[in-house]
């Protein structure tokens, strides 16, 4: 069996006004680096750990790039606030990948995440072999021994989708279900065929997006949206410990398969998690 885990990366900074207040908080990079010296720097059979940027400072796309024929809409830096209007393209770069890294030309934002994680889905597709992909974030540890037993349990097949799941409110979306339930985008599993479809039919796909004024498109709800109601995926539970505190680490994180910092954007919890599970950050050796 073959995991490919795709993370969530950018080198922003948070500015809301939890990090604001919390000098040691809000820096992304520094989650994205917690996560590479904890839990994906501990190698494990089957499983490979990939980052996913948008437009990353510093890293330009290959001038032999493929395209994408899509019609996408993008919010800039700043987000769908702020008296900024969202930008429509129709064409854009296919994704590549530098090592572990693989770009999506794709402006980075919250707003953008659902095209930003179906680039890395399409690039995993067309260079590596996998029968499932863990869509997580750098505000998440992931336990991957753990993590593949639990998924070894299920086997190789098809419309597998799991993880936490919640309940999203849709009825301002006319014609869509009123209420959708999902995996949290914190971490969820999707078995390949699932990934092939939403790739294949990306510019078919039926968003699911926010009541505001914006209309951004929720990435977790979107992705749930396809895999339910257009895939006949059923959805099932994976477990999670939560953490919003450094404090609030405790034993149960031990065993835990993901514990989850609840947009807490602190690297000093991922290590300390990394601590009660008994093992050394390559920071520290």
Not at 18 to 36: P, T
Not at 186 to 200: K, N, Y
Not at 240 to 248: A, G, K, M
Request: with cysteine.
């Amino acid at each position: 069996m073959k995991i490919a885990v795709l993370v969530l990366a950018n080198d922003e900074v948070c500015v809301c006004n939890r990090c604001s207040r919390d000098k040691r908080s809000g820096n992304y990079a520094d989650m994205v680096k917690a996560v590479r010296e904890t839990w994906a720097n501990h190698q494990v059979e089957g499983v490979k750990v990939f980052y996913i940027y948008g437009h990353r400072m510093g890293v330009s796309f290959p001038p032999d790039s493929g395209k994408i024929i899509t019609k996408e809409i993008y919010w800039p830096h700043g987000g769908a606030g702020d008296g900024h209007k969202p930008v429509i393209v129709e064409q854009k770069k296919a994704p590549f990948a530098i090592d572990d890294c693989i770009y999506s030309d794709t402006p980075e934002g919250r707003e953008n995440l659902y095209y930003k994680t179906l680039d890395g889905f399409q690039w995993l597709l067309e260079n590596e072999d996998f029968d499932y992909v863990l869509r997580t974030n750098c505000g998440s540890y992931i336990d991957l021994e753990i993590m593949k037993k639990e998924v070894e349990k299920l086997g190789v097949k098809n419309g597998v989708y799991k993880g936490v799941v919640g309940q999203y409110n849709n009825s301002h979306n006319s014609g869509q279900p009123p209420m959708i339930m999902f995996a949290s985008g914190a971490a969820f599993l999707t078995s390949r065929d699932l990934i092939e479809d939403i790739v294949g039919k990306r510019n078919q796909v039926e968003h699911v997006t926010s009541p505001y004024a914006s209309k951004t498109i929720g990435d977790d709800v979107t992705f749930a949206h396809h895999f339910i109601n257009f895939c006949n995926a059923e959805l099932t539970s994976f477990p999670r410990v939560d953490y919003s505190e450094l404090e609030h680490v405790n034993a149960a994180a031990k065993t835990a398969m993901h514990c989850y910092f609840r947009h807490t954007i602190n690297p000093d919890i991922m290590y300390a998690v990394h601590k009660v599970k008994g093992l050394d950050s390559k920071e520290e050796i």
